[in-house]
């Protein structure tokens, strides 16, 4: 019970300071929706769709996922100007739960993420994507669980390192190849057999494939199930990692 309030304490916090400069929400969402005005209109005849919402079903899901990756991965930086100006410091004088304050920070981040998938999803609608509601919301769990994930490894990372000038290149470093290996832009049906197989062992192609599978209406997909599992399974390992990092500093 405990925990539930600090949880909440400390995501009101940050919601709140989200909220007083929303311009961040719409930044963090500008990359991908210029990817769906001027990239996604190529893909009908690259992907060979039968028309331009199949090309859409296809291209959105993955470019939700790629939000859900890089969204998180950097929410390190504003953790490490935290650290700086001692909030994290202070946070040692008081009762709050060391998990809270993590699980406040990264639930804020998966609201943030859900807003933005919201504003990516209704502007794909214009472009005739039409997807069932309930499958829709099941997507967005799928992306909730990346987003916990990876903005919870991203605050274990900044207090491990405490500078942006290493945080930046580790994160890009392990971005880089994660975003080629699933498939998120063009299907990995298209890549050699090698690099399908490489593919396999990166677990965010597993979610990719889940969502698009999702988004195709195809509810009876394994990929679906495996891909939910898969999220849960890292989103927990996490956290938990996450956590204990949070613990050392703050103590």
Same mark, same amino acid.
């Given at each position: 019970?405990?925990?539930?309030?600090?949880?909440?304490?400390?995501?009101?916090?940050?919601?709140?300071?989200?909220?007083?400069?929303?311009?961040?929400?719409?930044?963090?969402?500008?990359?991908?929706?210029?990817?769906?005005?001027?990239?996604?209109?190529?893909?009908?005849?690259?992907?060979?769709?039968?028309?331009?919402?199949?090309?859409?079903?296809?291209?959105?899901?993955?470019?939700?996922?790629?939000?859900?990756?890089?969204?998180?991965?950097?929410?390190?930086?504003?953790?490490?100007?935290?650290?700086?100006?001692?909030?994290?410091?202070?946070?040692?004088?008081?009762?709050?739960?060391?998990?809270?304050?993590?699980?406040?920070?990264?639930?804020?981040?998966?609201?943030?993420?859900?807003?933005?998938?919201?504003?990516?999803?209704?502007?794909?609608?214009?472009?005739?994507?039409?997807?069932?509601?309930?499958?829709?919301?099941?997507?967005?769990?799928?992306?909730? +669980?990346?987003?916990?994930?990876?903005?919870?490894?991203?605050?274990?990372?900044?207090?491990?390192?405490?500078?942006?000038?290493?945080?930046?290149? +580790?994160?890009?470093?392990?971005?880089?190849?994660?975003?080629?290996?699933?498939?998120?832009?063009?299907?990995?049906?298209?890549?050699?057999?090698?690099?399908?197989?490489?593919?396999?062992?990166?677990?965010?192609?597993?979610?990719?494939?889940?969502?698009?599978?999702?988004?195709?209406?195809?509810?009876?997909?394994?990929?679906?199930?495996?891909?939910?599992?898969?999220?849960?399974?890292?989103?927990?390992?996490?956290?938990?990692?996450?956590?204990?990092?949070?613990?050392?500093?703050?103590?």
């Amino acid at each position: 019970m405990k925990l539930a309030r600090d949880t909440w304490l400390i995501f009101q916090r940050q919601a709140q300071l989200l909220l007083r400069n929303p311009v961040w929400v719409f930044v963090g969402v500008f990359q991908p929706v210029m990817y769906l005005l001027l990239f996604a209109p190529l893909l009908k005849p690259a992907l060979n769709a039968p028309t331009q919402a199949a090309a859409y079903k296809i291209f959105v899901p993955g470019l939700l996922v790629l939000l859900a990756i890089f969204g998180g991965l950097f929410q390190g930086f504003g953790l490490i100007a935290e650290l700086r100006a001692g909030v994290i410091e202070r946070s040692r004088v008081t009762p709050v739960s060391r998990l809270a304050l993590l699980l406040g920070r990264s639930l804020r981040d998966v609201v943030s993420l859900i807003a933005q998938a919201v504003i990516i999803t209704l502007l794909a609608l214009l472009f005739d994507l039409r997807v069932f509601i309930g499958y829709l919301l099941l997507a967005y769990l799928m992306l909730a +669980l990346i987003a916990l994930m990876t903005s919870a490894v991203s605050y274990g990372v900044a207090l491990k390192v405490k500078s942006e000038d290493a945080l930046a290149p +580790l994160m890009n470093t392990v971005a880089q190849p994660v975003l080629l290996l699933s498939g998120i832009l063009l299907p990995l049906t298209f890549a050699p057999g090698w690099l399908q197989g490489v593919a396999k062992w990166n677990p965010f192609s597993w979610a990719v494939d889940g969502t698009r599978a999702l988004f195709g209406g195809d509810l009876g997909n394994d990929k679906v199930w495996q891909g939910l599992l898969i999220t849960t399974v890292l989103a927990v390992a996490g956290v938990v990692w996450a956590a204990r990092q949070f613990a050392r500093s703050v103590r």
